[in-house]
Structure formats: C-alpha cells, structure tokens
C-alpha cells in the first residue's frame, strides 16, 4: 500500500515536471503560475508544496529534468548517427535533427537553458547555477566531439576544442533566440551550415 | 500652461521608459509588475494607463527605447573609433567599450532584445514583431561595417556580409547568455576574440 502511494507521488511529481518544462518553455519561469501548473497536472493548488518547497525549488528541478530528458534525446541521436558515420559528423547530423524537431513544432519554444538564462539569472541564484551546470554538460559533449574532428583532421586544430565548443553553443543559442523571433527555423539551419560547412572547418 | 502640462506628461513617460527598461533586464518582463514600475516612476499604479494602454503596449515601447538609445549609443562609439582606425576595425573596438561597461556593472542586464526573444516572443506578437525589427536593425549596421571589412581584404569574402553578421549577432547574444549564467564578462570577451581574430579573418 506505501509502495503503491509513493509510486503515485513519484507519478504525480513526473507529470508536474512535465507540465512545467511546457509552460515554462513557451511562457517563461514568471509568466507560468504555480494554479496553471497544478491545473494542468490535476492536483490542488496546495498540494504543489508537498512535491516542491517552492516555485525556484520547482524551477531548479526543471532545469534538472529538461537537461536530463534532452541529453538522453542528444546520445541517442548521436549513437544512431554515429553508426553511419564519424563521430564528428555525427555532431552536424544531431543537430539538423533537432532543427527538425523545432520546425514541425507549431511553438517554437526553443532551449530552455538559453531561455531560462535571459529571464531568471539575476532573479534566482539556485537556478542560475542550475543553468551553469547544465550548459557546462552539453558544452563538455560538444567539445569531445570536436576533439574527435580536430583528430580525424575534420575540424581546425588552430583552436582548442572548448574554444570552438563555446563558438557552437553561442551560435545555436542566438539562433534559436533568432528563431522564436522570426518563428522560422531558418536562421537555425543557417547557422549550423555556417558552422559546419565553414567556421569549424581546418585552415587550408 | 498646456505646453508645461504637455512637457511633464512627456518627463514622466520618459522616466516610465527608464524604468522600465532598468526592471525588464534586470527582472525580466513577467518579473516586472506594473505597481513597481509605477512606484520607481513616482506615480500611481493607476495613472500608468495614461500612458499606455496597456503593459504588451508598454512592452513594445520599451524595446523600441532601447533599441533608439543603445543604437545611438554604437552609432556614438563607432563614430569615435572610426576617426581612430578603419570602420571594420572601429567595430570590434565598439563591441570591446560595451563588454567593458557589462564588467563594471555590478547587475549582468545583458541585452534586452536578447533576453526578451527568449521570454516574450511566443506570449506577445507585439512585442515579438517589436523585436524582429530591432534586430534586422542591429544586424544590417553589422553588415555595412562587416561589407567595408571585405572591401578593405580584412574580412573573409567567401561569405556574403549578411550572412557574417548572422553570425556576429548569434555570437554575441549567446555568449551575453553565459555571461548572465557566469557571472562573468569572460564568455563576451572570448567570443569577440574568437570572431575578429579567428572568424571573420580572410582565408589565406
């Protein structure tokens, strides 16, 4: 019976994660109440804090959630390519990929993390190291990637791989930014050809 | 009497602007609520609607202040740096004079086109419209100095200058990202020397 009860608790939290990532992807940490949340969730407005201390407590967790679920989406994707090609290539291929995703999306919500970052850096401290620890994450695989390209001779060697991870990261955040303004993946796929085709290509 | 009545209507919208554009970077515009904004501008929460209808209209007004004084603010330090050096060469020291007014501030803003996009772009089309033009005006100054760059051989001419400040802008909006994430100036900093020393340069 406990067991049965702590497995609906560990649903209900799930959902509310859930719940929370789409809110807050599409109307940002402030724009999303905590009563549209537990609406959404099918639980009381009170019952929230049984699962979450409070919003920032629930925001941390967010981020923790959405990191988590998209690095999985991320090694999948690039396993999968992986198989069919280099590990580097794999990196352009990963990437079209989600470029994809967000162009059948009918909201262009686009990263969280860089979404999160613009709205709540100043306003929470825990979710701003959240932030940090995440995008360090995806950082440290885009630049193993591109170590893999500098060996494979693939990728320029006059920089070190972080140096060209940080490019990348930059790139596609300004890009998805670009995106949610323009609602068109276009500037997206651009900046991945730019990258890909010329920037992080070695000097001849 | 009507001219002095008009001139204050006009001072304390200017400083409704002010305010709000302090807030909106700082908080965020779902973390600003009107009764703060009134409160700093020294009237009542009521009285905001006299000058503007509401806060999506506010929003707009905001992004078109910023827009209007931070571009006369590049416009200012390019001007300066040209009578130094050549337009191209003026633009990287401009976009080194604004990192350098983001260490000394104790609050990292970041740039407020930037942190909205991420924000507001699906909740308000005003305002995402708002934005749209804001950065196509950003871009196509980008793209006239990167242009004289390419004329002058001291900017790659494999790309076309449009597509560069693409990816100047992209750059520069996501390393303001990890600046608010870091706490740090040093993501800005490197981004900007991995553009103008590394990028942008000619292929030889």
């Known amino acids: 019976m406990a067991r049965k009860k702590s497995a609906d608790l560990e649903k209900t939290k799930q959902t509310l994660l859930e719940v929370g990532l789409s809110l807050f992807q599409e109307k940002g940490f402030n724009g999303t109440g ?16 049984n699962y ?24 999948n994707l690039l396993d999968t390519a992986t198989q069919q090609e280099d590990s580097y290539k794999a990196l352009g291929t990963a990437f079209l990929a989600i470029t994809e995703k967000h162009r059948c999306a009918e909201i262009k919500k686009g990263c969280l993390l860089g979404n999160l ?21 995806y950082k440290d695989i885009l630049a193993q990637r591109l170590l893999i390209g500098q060996q494979l001779g693939k990728v ?3 920089l070190p791989a972080q140096c060209l991870a940080d490019l990348v990261w930059d790139c596609w955040q300004g890009s998805l930014l670009r995106m949610k303004i323009e609602k068109s993946v276009e500037p997206v796929n651009k900046a991945i050809e730019l990258l890909f085709h010329y920037m992080l290509l070695p000097i001849k």
Chains 1, 2 share one sequence.
């Not at 401290?125 to 360090?136: F, G, H, I, P, T």
């Open 156 to 158: 320029r060697s006059d």
């Open 34 to 49: 905590i009563q549209e949340i537990a609406t959404l969730a099918d639980i009381p407005k009170g019952s929230f804090y």
């Open 117 to 137: 970052a613009g709205e709540i850096s100043e306003a929470s401290e825990d979710c701003r190291k959240a932030l940090q620890q995440s995008v360090n994450e």
């Open 52 to 75: 979450f201390s409070s919003k920032e407590d629930f925001g941390v967790a967010v981020i923790h959630y959405y990191t988590e679920t998209s690095m999985e989406e991320w090694t």
